[in-house]
T-cell receptor, first 112, second 112 residues
């Protein structure tokens, strides 16, 4: 079974803090993704990566950056957290680009 | 512009009856379609998929129908069970060369 692990289930941070969300997958998948989920807005793609050190902007990259130094790990960075970044963050991985994505359990981030 | 649309934000069905969740798409290049199920505070889990060369795919109580000419797909759940209560996301990709594009989701409530 594919396992995608997000380091934290719940996080509370203060406005202006730098926040790191970590994601690890154990299936040697090439592609990894970060989404946020908000009520009524569905899943919105923030960034994705198709290879180590490669990254592509998704639909809502502003205020975020990512890092992929190893194939199995994809980090989402909030450079200076703001209250409008309070959300559920979901990491996913897939073998091929348009293939089934496997999701982690999510990180519920609250920025106060 | 939304390429994948789930026009019903919510649906309520009696236990034992059929649940029909609908999804429309605008991009004629989409050739692979998926349904995901999401419980609160968990990541989405893959449910069922269909390739554009088929018009139906069945897996137990779940059946996905694809109508390419109408650019429409639907997920049928028969019989519906209370444990099916969740948010269902429709997703699509084009020739495996693009990340999945998700709809905004439909919340299904199955009432005992």
């Amino acid at each position: 079974d594919v396992k995608v692990t997000q380091s934290s289930r719940y996080l509370v941070k203060r406005t202006g803090e730098k926040v790191f969300l970590e994601c690890v997958q154990d299936m040697d998948h090439e592609n990894m993704f970060w989404y946020r989920q908000d009520p009524g807005l569905g899943l919105r793609l923030i960034y994705f990566s198709y290879d180590v050190k490669m990254k592509e902007k998704g639909d809502i990259p502003e205020g975020y950056s990512v890092s992929r130094e190893k194939k199995e790990r994809f980090s989402l960075i909030l450079e200076s957290a703001s209250t409008n970044q309070t959300s559920m963050y979901l990491c996913a991985s897939s073998l091929r680009y348009g293939d089934i994505q496997y999701f982690g359990a999510g990180t519920r981030l609250s920025v106060l | 512009d939304q390429q994948v649309k789930q026009n019903s934000p919510s649906l309520s069905v009696q236990e034992g009856r059929i649940s029909i969740l609908n999804c429309d798409y605008t991009n004629s290049m989409f050739d692979y379609f998926l349904w995901y199920k999401k419980y609160p505070a968990e990541g989405p889990t893959f449910l069922i998929s269909i390739s554009s060369i088929k018009d139906k795919n069945e897996d137990g109580r779940f059946t996905v129908f694809l109508n390419k000419s109408a650019k429409h797909l639907s997920l049928h759940i028969v019989p519906s069970q209370p444990g099916d209560s969740a948010v269902y996301f429709c997703a699509a990709s084009a020739a495996g060369n693009t990340p999945l594009v998700f709809g905004k989701g439909t919340r299904l409530s199955v009432i005992a």
